[in-house]
């Protein structure tokens, strides 16, 4: 340094002091500037103040000379303690060039940097909030110093201005908060430190309110939680508990909305390898639980971003036990509230668009029937962004349900095979609530969720499949799935009637009287998605035979619970009557007719069948006849049940000129098996009655007749010989009895209008037909000589 050059009003004895390696020389040379700005202070004499400072900062502080650089700062200092409570006056100059030197590559110099700042801050206290950014800006580079004893010193500075913040109630948190939300995205650990240690402190500051401020600290807050350090991820664990405990104290002046994403962001885990991210997704699903209790519908039009996040949580097992409870709770609270006013912004739409678009109806026209008749993979759903609310791009209230970003991400995480049986049947569990709360709009995307739903049915879990049946169930039944093109059928002389289940929803009453004889699949009870969906499920059967070996009469008795036996059996038989594929129409009938005649869900329907005495229960009976004489021995056992003992008897002579198989008398021997079982003890009962009944003996002799001499036809032979004579069981009065039996048969006669002889000609063109496909089955019977008995 030049110490010719003119640093009045400092002495030549100062400034060469100053310059001095001694750090005992550099204090006395402060102290005597001390005293000096005292002396200036006492003469008011401002202008040389400054002089003094500026010389200080520029030709010290800012030397080019390590040891004039610390004699700058001691200065400074002095400078400041010089000035007492008019150090505020002069702090900008002051300050600025400390600042400078904690950049210094000299830790001793930092560390001289820090001190002097110390003293700086500690003299003027509350005047230097003003200069609060500055300062927190290279506090903040100090944390993390690698000198400890720089640190030491930052630390010292950064408890005496929190004290300062602590006590002041003119801290600007407006203008610190945008420096908060840049340096909070820190990697370094002593930074994160800091930035945590300080919002800890105004988060308890009662007249600082950064509550307000949360949603853009919120993300930075989660990134410090994942820190390595456990003592930062704890203080972070407090803070956002006291953030928490503030919000459920004051729900109306929290951004619920503004901090939703955040959440939804943050619930879900990238890499699960990593217990920080544990520790994450659970803090933010138990923030999401909060939210979703507290601000309600504020946060609907997010539901499909937090449906993202929850949905695959659900299949979390014991190890995140809480998690998988948190999420669950968020489930749950966002499903209630969902109501059915969300669905009547539908008819104030409806009046805004174009009069080409058909009421309900996307602006898209499509077939309905070619969507459910699209391939079974097929999704219909493209990669979307689930953080964003729904579209402002139509009119809506600010608390509008984002439906259609639901369906999609129940539609993605249904089609996925990875998705857990858990989240599967919460998916499910959501679609089926969903179209009871929202029906009108739910409809506009079933065509593209029908085939997955079908494709459901495959699933390995019981439980799932019965949820995916209640959701079918509730689209075929729904009086929003009305359609007057949908339940058209190709037969307008064979329409079905179809019937309410018992405790069926309001708005589904059954149709009686002349309407029910017009009425197709498409009525008030079922909709005309209901044959649609038979249509398909019989055709996923003919796809996927596992499926209906192993789940086929799981699936159609609950559906019977769900739509009403009658229903089920009617659409079925009537479908299978034009199926194409005879073998599997004959397996399927041989399916039904089991599930028919074993089923406990089946006990009205048997019932029904069991005395032809209406006009419904002959038509029903002679729309399964014609479906099941796609096999010969089910078509037997439908007659036993409904007591057309003549009629079964004159099958059975048919016979004779059909092609006899192991398989065909498999069944025959399994056929014997029902007689035995309680379904038929009616039947049993019968045989004493043998003067009335004499085509059951017949009909029972003629099987015994086609079957080998095997169990089975030791069983029946025994039972046959059981019949009792005749002459042993004629009453007493037996004109009266005569007459009873007369008047039961004349009252039966009555009351049926089948013609047996139209069945028994339907019959031999079905069996025609099957015995033509057989023989054009390249030889089949030929290259299997042990399937034929000759």
Request: hydrophobic residues 40%; negative net charge; contains cysteine.
């Amino acid at each position: 340094m030049n110490t010719e050059k003119d640093f009045s009003p400092l002495t030549p004895n100062i400034v060469r002091a100053l310059n001095d390696k001694l750090y005992e020389k550099r204090k006395v040379a402060a102290l005597e500037i001390e005293k000096l700005v005292r002396e200036f202070v006492a003469q008011n004499n401002s202008t040389q103040i400054r002089h003094v400072i500026q010389i200080l900062a520029s030709e010290f502080a800012l030397s080019q000379h390590p040891h004039s650089r610390k004699g700058g700062l001691i200065g400074l200092a002095a400078c400041s303690i010089a000035l007492g409570k008019d150090s505020g006056l002069y702090l900008k100059e002051l300050i600025e060039p400390v600042l400078t030197c904690f950049n210094d590559s000299d830790s001793r110099l930092r560390y001289y940097a820090c001190e002097a700042l110390y003293n700086i801050v500690k003299v003027a206290r509350g005047a230097v909030l003003p200069h609060f950014n500055l300062l927190f800006d290279g506090l903040s580079k100090l944390a993390a110093d690698p000198d400890p004893n720089v640190k030491s010193g930052s630390e010292l500075l950064d408890r005496l201005l929190k004290d300062i913040v602590t006590e002041s109630n003119k801290f600007d948190l407006v203008a610190f908060v945008p420096l908060l939300r840049e340096r909070i995205y820190s990697n370094n650990q002593y930074a994160r430190q800091f930035i945590i240690s300080w919002i800890h402190v105004l988060e308890s500051v009662p007249n600082i309110n950064l509550l307000d401020y949360l949603p853009e600290i919120l993300d930075g807050l989660f990134q410090i939680l994942g820190d390595n350090s456990k003592e930062i991820r704890r203080t972070c664990e407090v803070v956002l508990g006291e953030f928490l405990k503030e919000i459920k104290k004051t729900p109306s002046d929290v951004k619920f909305a503004e901090m939703a994403n955040i959440l939804v962001i943050h619930c879900q885990v990238a890499d699960e390898t990593k217990l920080t991210n544990d520790l994450i997704q659970l803090t933010a699903m138990t923030w999401m639980r909060e939210f979703i209790q507290l601000a309600g519908r504020a946060v609907l039009p997010y539901s499909s971003g937090i449906l993202t996040a929850v949905l695959p949580c659900l299949s979390y097992d014991d190890r995140k036990k809480n998690t998988k409870e948190a999420a669950s709770a968020c489930n749950h609270s966002l499903m209630k509230l969902v109501t059915p006013e969300d669905d009547e912004e539908e008819e104030k739409s409806e009046s805004t668009e174009s009069p080409t678009k058909k009421d309900g109806q996307p602006k898209t026209e499509v077939d309905s029937n070619d969507m459910l008749n699209a391939s079974q993979e097929s999704v219909g759903f493209s990669n979307i962004s689930f953080f964003t609310p729904a579209s402002a791009d139509r009119p809506q209230v600010t608390l509008d349900l984002d439906l259609d970003g639901i369906v999609q991400v129940l539609g993605r995480h249904l089609h996925d095979s990875s998705t857990g049986m858990m989240t599967r049947i919460a998916v499910l569990k959501w679609l089926y609530h969903l179209y009871i709360k929202t029906p009108r709009k739910m409809f506009r995307h079933t065509d593209s969720l029908f085939p997955m739903l079908l494709k459901t049915l495959s699933d390995e879990s019981d439980e799932v499949i019965l949820k995916d049946l209640e959701v079918l169930a509730e689209i075929a039944s729904s009086p929003a799935g009305q359609s007057d093109q949908g339940g058209s059928r190709d037969s307008a002389d064979n329409k079905l009637v179809l019937k309410v289940p018992e405790g069926a929803k309001p708005g589904q009453q059954p149709i009686t009287g002349s309407k029910a004889a017009d009425s197709s699949p498409s009525t008030p009870s079922m909709n005309s998605y209901f044959y649609k969906f038979m249509i398909n499920l019989l055709k996923r059967f003919s796809l996927e035979r596992k499926l209906l070996e192993n789940r086929g009469a799981f699936i159609i008795r609950q559906l019977c619970l769900l739509l009403h036996a009658e229903n089920i059996f009617h659409s079925m038989a009537d479908i299978l009557l034009k199926e194409e594929d005879l073998k599997f129409a004959s397996t399927m009938v041989q399916t039904l007719n089991t599930i028919l005649l074993t089923s406990a869900e089946l006990f009205q329907l048997r019932n029904q069948l069991k005395d032809l005495h209406t006009q419904e229960s002959c038509a029903l009976f002679c729309c399964l006849y014609r479906s099941w004489c796609h096999n010969p021995v089910a078509t037997v056992s439908l007659c036993f049940l409904t007591q057309n003992y003549k009629h079964a008897y004159d099958l059975i002579q048919k016979f004779g000129d059909l092609e006899v198989t192991v398989d065909f008398l498999m069944e025959v021997d399994k056929l014997v098996q029902l007689i035995e079982s309680p379904i038929f003890t009616y039947l049993r009962l019968q045989l004493l009655d043998v003067e009335n009944n004499p085509y059951l003996i017949k009909a029972l002799y003629g099987l015994l007749m086609l079957l080998p001499q095997s169990q089975a036809f030791q069983l029946l032979s025994h039972r046959l010989r059981c019949v009792p004579n005749p002459e042993l069981m004629r009453t007493v009065d037996e004109s009266k009895y005569m007459d009873s039996k007369q008047q039961v048969a004349s009252k039966r006669a009555s009351h049926t209008q089948v013609d047996y002889n139209e069945l028994l000609q339907h019959f031999d063109r079905v069996q025609s037909k099957h015995l033509e496909v057989r023989h054009q089955r390249s030889g089949r019977a030929s290259d299997h000589p042990d399937r034929k008995l000759m």
